[in-house]
């Protein structure tokens, strides 16, 4: 993005062309060259494309184009988008081809982003290079006429003029200008982090992009389910899921593994909050690598996660597994153990399936499969006939086990995958008391008599289970580099004044010496002004002013004495530079 | 992490605080009114003989006695005039004094809502006490609520509303102390935080309480510190963007001898081009602070969800804040947008701002509702 020069070139300030642009930035033209060819035509949308105007359309466009995202689902939360598929059945089609569910990887998406990073570099990467230039040639030299610089002052005194200009030098020097003698003159400047600032945050923003691109090439997350007692080790095989990515897949997985010791939650137990979670502690032992002889323990909560092997291990939901026995009509154990049950509201309210694939054969001989749908709730409602099982609390302070039960075939062996959160019943029916579907609300150490002899079912307990995500995710350094050289770059940029001072001592006719001293700033600021006081208060203790001639105001060397105008309003007339350039231009982007 | 109980008194307290908070900035409103109203007399007067004080100045430092060193400097302004600047140097005693003022360039600053009445002046200083009172119970609010859980009061919407309402009247208050000419700013300000703190008590009010684990976090103090700061400011810029937008409307049509409106308010708020100088100071100063909000909020989400930067919609309206504020920072370096057009980017900004703390929160749901909104 490059500035849009603001100043019509003025005639007088063509002989030194460099000394008024403060910044860097280059040139614009707009103008389509006459009778151009490809090459033409390449060179006008360059420069089209480099110019701030088209850089304001697309970060305008890039804001405007982020806006969906926040409106629509997106497909990192798969379940809300079918979820909002399933009630726009006539628009999700639409939506899709819009790539709405994926806006910031669509193509609109990255087009303008890439355009915009494009045309940052086109603007960026040759005002790097006048950069340096500028810093590796002097401070430009003084401008002739010195009255037309938006700040000026002048002054008469007895003092050699190669006295005053060696002590203007010293004392911008001290000042911490760049300074450069010049023959009867002194030019200098300051604030050169401005650029540096701007530069250093754009920059900053191709390596924040860079980090962006590294993380969204080489990483990877997975999730996992882990009751207490448990241990999980990072491989594919053990992960409930994995999204992977260009390079990092199931192979790259870092070695490690642990073990989950136990689960805390705190909750909230009075107040219009109550059940609003305190705290969700996971204590775990983990080791590094294969070996898992050296085991350290952890604490992983909510906002600490365990960095482990190159990856991290996030705590991202808890819950519960009833623990139940199920015994078959012959009264064999054929299910015995924990099942976790996903909780479905902040009560901890969860439904769940308990699938027995062994039952064996029925109490009709025939060999058939059983399932459990029900809930877990672990404090009930006191009666939920109008509410349908639900839990009223986050902790197990009462825990109910509500069951149903069905028998038939599981279909688990159909070769599709199955879920097994959800109960395919197409092949199953379910067991029925007096015609309405037979149910159990049972308590920890309850068992339930399974109608039509089909066996017993015992609440034992229950388990809580930690969910936990592992993910690898390079580039974050690059990324929080990027990040804080960009806040850097922007107080640089914002907050530092770029500005150039001349002071020019020359014999006047009347033998004494005629001191100049102007200053070209950000015109926004009364601070160049300031200094440029400063300074020449400063300088008048080596070229103390000597009484005013009665032709009020300072005679230049070049204008006759009698045409120059008060120094209160010499560059007052519209023709003059410095009014036509009030802007140093400033440079921000 | 220590969790302490919640100390309902002390939350009981903060709640009648920010109720006092509110009675005495209605006050002050009211005060700034009959300021306003008593002061509509003799802004252009004010002006003319400032304006001749200053050409006393200059013309007194001219003849200055022998042994001072005084230096004037010419500075060419935007509109084409010069201004002035006089610095004099005595030398024995070493000090400097720096008379500034506008000379014949464009229009000058207004005197201030008080205009020239003493009347209007002591009912707007007066209107300055009952800010700055109302400034410390608001303070005692948000630190008693504060401490009735010991932690940041900045948990949730409620919290978050009170704490901003707070820096921008704490801004107002501090630009005062440092002596600028900034009065015309109380009753826009005592306005806009009355409506905040209105909204945050009607509609965001949640009881005081412990916060979900996902806040539990240093990164709360950082991150949500630096937003309440960067609302305060970015209120207070839309405030002068809006007055600049009718400054500058009404120095056109006086230029072109049109009629104009409530010209007795205008004459007393300062210059268009020193309100637009102002909005855009306050909006750049705010700029990296806001950069820096987004990065420490993409830090904490690093630590709390594992990816720093998920289009969470409260990030994504971050985003787009901060997008719309680049291009306002970028369009006023451009030529053909600095000045109005700027201006109504800025108030575009402001309003995604807006949106993004109010709307995200009401009318999407994301990973930062908190307390039920």
């Known amino acids: 993005m490059s500035d849009t020069k603001t100043s019509p070139q003025p005639a007088d300030a063509a002989e030194d062309p460099d000394v008024e642009r403060l910044s860097t930035a280059p040139e614009e033209n707009d103008s389509v060259p006459p009778g151009m060819g490809a090459f033409g035509w390449l060179r006008w949308f360059w420069r089209q494309l480099t110019s701030m105007r088209v850089a304001l359309l697309l970060l305008f466009l890039l804001s405007l184009a982020a806006i969906p995202g926040s409106l629509v689902p997106q497909n990192t939360n798969a379940f809300k988008v079918a979820e909002w598929k399933n009630a726009h059945k006539g628009l999700a089609p639409i939506y899709e081809k819009l790539q709405l569910f994926d806006v910031y990887s669509s193509v609109w998406f990255s087009a303008i982003y890439i355009l915009l990073f494009v045309s940052l570099a086109g603007c960026i990467l040759p005002r790097t290079w006048q950069f340096v230039g500028v810093l590796r040639a002097q401070p430009p030299a003084a401008p002739r006429n010195l009255a037309r610089m938006p700040v000026y002052a002048a002054w008469h005194t007895d003092a050699a003029p190669e006295k005053v200009n060696a002590a203007a030098h010293r004392l911008l020097r001290k000042r911490g200008f760049r300074a450069a003698a010049d023959p009867g003159s002194v030019a200098a400047e300051k604030g050169y982090l401005r650029e540096v600032g701007n530069l250093l945050f754009h920059f900053a923003l191709f390596a924040l992009l860079a980090g962006f691109a590294w993380a969204s090439l080489f990483s990877g997350s997975g999730t996992k389910i882990v009751l207490e ?76 996660p365990l960095e482990v092997g190159g990856s991290k291990v996030f705590l991202t939901a808890h819950g519960f597994a009833p623990v139940v026995t199920v015994r078959n009509a012959r009264n064999e154990v054929v299910y015995r153990g924990p099942t976790v049950f996903l909780p479905r509201d902040s009560n901890v309210t969860s439904p769940g399936v308990i699938k027995v694939n062994d039952y064996g054969t029925g109490p009709d001989g025939q060999k058939t499969q059983m399932a459990f749908q029900g809930f877990f709730l672990p404090t009930a409602a006191a009666d939920f006939t109008h509410t349908g099982p639900i839990s009223v609390f986050p902790a197990a302070a009462d825990p109910r086990l509500v069951l149903s039960v069905y028998v038939g075939d599981l279909r688990t062996d159909s070769g599709l995958p199955q879920n097994v959160y959800e109960l395919d019943n197409k092949a199953m029916t379910q067991l029925k008391v007096n015609d309405a579907p037979a149910t159990a609300i049972l308590k920890v150490g309850e068992g339930w008599e399974l109608p039509d002899g089909y066996g017993t079912v015992t609440f034992d307990g229950y388990q809580q289970w930690a969910n936990f995500t592992v993910s690898h995710r390079p580039g974050n350094t690059v990324a929080l580099i990027g990040a804080v050289a960009a806040v850097l770059g922007l107080i640089g940029s914002l907050f530092v004044q770029r500005r150039r001072i001349w002071v020019r001592a020359v014999a006047a006719p009347d033998g004494r010496t005629l001191v100049e001293v102007a200053g070209l700033g950000r015109s926004e600021s009364a601070r160049t002004a300031e200094e440029l006081a400063a300074i020449a208060v400063e300088l008048q203790d080596d070229a103390p002013a000597a009484d005013e001639p009665p032709a009020d105001g300072p005679p230049g060397p070049d204008v006759p004495a009698d045409d120059a105008p008060p120094a209160d309003n010499a560059p007052a007339a519209a023709d003059s530079p410095a009014a036509a350039v009030p802007t140093a231009p400033e440079t921000k982007e | 992490m220590l969790l302490a109980q919640v100390d309902t008194q002390l939350a009981n307290i903060s709640n009648y605080l920010i109720y006092s908070a509110m009675t005495v900035y209605t006050l002050a409103m009211f005060a700034q009114i009959f300021e306003w109203t008593f002061g509509a007399k003799g802004g252009v007067a004010v002006r003319s003989a400032q304006q001749s004080t200053l050409a006393e100045s200059v013309a007194d430092s001219a003849e200055a006695a022998k042994g001072v060193r005084k230096v004037t400097v010419t500075v060419a302004s935007q509109g084409g005039g010069t201004t002035t600047l006089t610095r004099t140097a005595l030398a024995d005693a070493g000090a400097t004094t720096v008379t500034s003022g506008r000379g014949d360039g464009g229009p000058a600053d207004g ?159 300062p210059a268009s081009g020193t309100l637009d100088k102002l909005s855009y100071r306050i909006n750049a100063i705010i700029f990296p602070l806001w950069t820096f909000t987004i990065i420490a909020g993409a830090i904490w989400a690093e630590v709390a969800w594992g990816k720093y930067w998920e289009w969470d919609p409260k990030e994504t309206w971050s985003f787009i804040t901060w997008v719309a504020y680049a291009a306002y920072l970028h369009a006023r370096a451009t030529a053909g947008w600095r000045g109005r057009k700027a201006a109504y980017l800025a108030l575009l900004a402001f309003a995604c701002w807006l949106f993004n703390f109010y709307g995200v929160n009401i009318f999407i749901t994301g990973k930062h509702s908190y307390a039920g909104v």
């Open chain 1, 229 to 304: 007692g448990q241990g999980y080790s990072n491989t594919t095989t053990q992960l409930d899921d994995f999204t992977g990515s260009a390079f990092y897949g199931v192979d790259d997985l870092d070695a490690f593994g642990f073990k989950l010791d136990g689960f805390t939650a705190d909750y909230q137990t009075e107040g219009p909050t109550a059940g609003t979670a305190k705290e969700f502690v996971a204590n775990v032992r983990y080791w590094d690598g294969a070996d898992t002889g050296k085991q350290k323990n952890a604490r992983i909560e909510v906002n600490h």
């Open chain 2, 111 to 269: 005197v201030g809502p008080a205009g020239t009445s003493e009347k209007a002046d002591l009912v707007g200083r007066m209107a300055v006490s009952l800010t700055v009172l109302g400034l410390l119970l608001h303070a005692a609010s948000v630190a008693t609520r504060g401490l009735s859980v010991m932690r940041w009061p900045w948990g949730n919407m409620y919290e978050f509303s009170c704490a901003f309402a707070l820096m921008m009247v704490g801004a107002y208050v501090i630009l005062l102390a440092t002596k600028k000419n900034v009065r015309w700013l109380g009753l826009p300000v005592t306005v806009v935080a009355l409506l905040i703190l209105g909204v945050a008590v009607a509609v965001l009010y949640t009881d005081s309480e412990q916060l979900v684990p996902a806040l539990h976090s240093y990164w709360l103090g950082i991150h949500v510190s630096a937003a309440t700061v960067c609302g305060g400011a970015f209120f207070a810029a839309f405030v002068t963007t809006v007055a600049y937008l009718l400054k500058d409307r009404y120095e056109h049509r006086i230029a072109a001898g049109l009629t104009v409106r409530a010209a007795n308010l205008m004459e007393r708020l």
